[in-house]
């Protein structure tokens, strides 16, 4: 299986902060991961696909880099609603796998 | 809009066959893979398995002995039994569906909201 690495695991940050997570495939995905956040007791929410495309109705200071086997989620200004746990995926082998995932807490 | 909801028995005993149904409204499940994931607080969220509206499915290697998934389009609604329980086996199962029409190497952009399993005596 692909294993998908996160860092950091997690960290604090304040608002109006530019943030980036990595994710590090132990081979390579191509473009094929995406990016999720989540939240206490929701499910996760689908943020970037494709390594880099927005997903539609996602605030547009979130942006993702990356191919084949490093990946960075970046959110340019760092919002209340954005402290919540996030989680990269590769969609290339099979079985799909996840991070472990970054929790962004407040400062 | 289209939302997904899955149903199960909340406990299951050790052993026994764990049953989830997830009910796809506002939409078709035609042309569209759905996925099972699981999440733990010990091993995070695990893929379990995906299916097509017509029945093809991908399991995941580790689980593909206990594991079977269907579709049922007159329904709506997708399936999925886990044999033989374990402890392990205790978490929040989500249905998922994978972005974009008639493929299955997406990402997953409609999760239900997850239904938690215990299984335990």
């Known amino acids: 299986a692909i294993r998908m690495t996160q860092s950091p695991s997690s960290f604090s940050a304040s608002t109006g902060d530019r943030i980036n997570i990595t994710c590090r495939a132990s081979q390579g995905v191509s473009s094929y991961v995406a990016w999720y956040q989540q939240k206490p007791g929701k499910a996760p929410r689908l943020l970037i696909h494709?390594?880099?495309t927005l997903q539609s109705g996602v605030p547009s200071r979130f942006s993702g880099s990356g191919s084949g086997t490093g990946f960075t989620l970046t959110i340019s200004c760092l919002q209340s609603d954005d402290f919540a746990i996030y989680y990269c995926?590769?969609?290339?082998?099979?079985?799909?796998?996840f991070g472990q995932g970054t929790q962004v807490e407040l400062k | 809009q289209v939302q997904v909801q899955e149903s199960g028995p909340g406990l299951v005993e050790p052993s026994a066959t764990l049953s989830l149904k997830c009910n796809v409204s506002?939409?078709?499940?035609?042309?569209?893979?759905f996925n099972w994931i699981r999440q733990t607080p010990g091993k995070g969220l695990e893929w379990i398995g995906s299916?097509?509206?017509?029945?093809?499915?991908v399991y995941n290697p580790s689980l593909d002995s206990r594991m079977s998934m269907s579709a049922d389009m007159s329904k709506n609604q997708l399936s999925l039994d886990l044999t033989s329980v374990t402890a392990a086996d205790t978490a929040v199962y989500y249905c998922?569906?994978?972005?974009?029409?008639?493929?299955?190497?997406?990402?997953?952009?409609?999760w239900g909201q997850g239904t938690m399993v215990t299984v335990s005596s």
């Open positions: 995926q590769q969609y290339y082998g099979n079985p799909r796998t």
């Open positions: 494709a390594a880099s």
């Open positions: 998922v569906r994978v972005l974009g029409s008639s493929s299955w190497s997406g990402a997953f952009d409609l």
């Open positions: 506002g939409g078709s499940i035609r042309g569209y893979y």
């Open positions: 299916i097509f509206y017509s029945g093809t499915t």
